[in-house]
């Protein structure tokens, strides 16, 4: 990650109330699936295809 992006986590941490979860979708060019926090919420890596 860049430190741009570290620098972006932090303010969303810092303002995200106890307990709390956020999701952050990323955007690839190559691949038009749309993410959703659903695809993700297994908590497995790499996410079900």
């Known amino acids: ?3 741009q992006g ?4 932090k303010i ?3 303002h995200l ?5 956020v999701f952050v979708g990323v955007t690839d060019p ?3 699936t749309v993410e959703t926090p659903s ?3 297994t908590g497995s890596w790499p996410p079900p295809g």
Do not use: I, N
């Open 1 to 3: 990650m860049t430190v």
């Open 30 to 32: 190559v691949d038009a």
């Open 6 to 9: 570290d620098r972006r986590l």
């Open 12 to 14: 969303v941490a810092d």
């Open 17 to 21: 109330l106890t307990g709390a979860r």
């Open 39 to 41: 695809r993700y919420a």
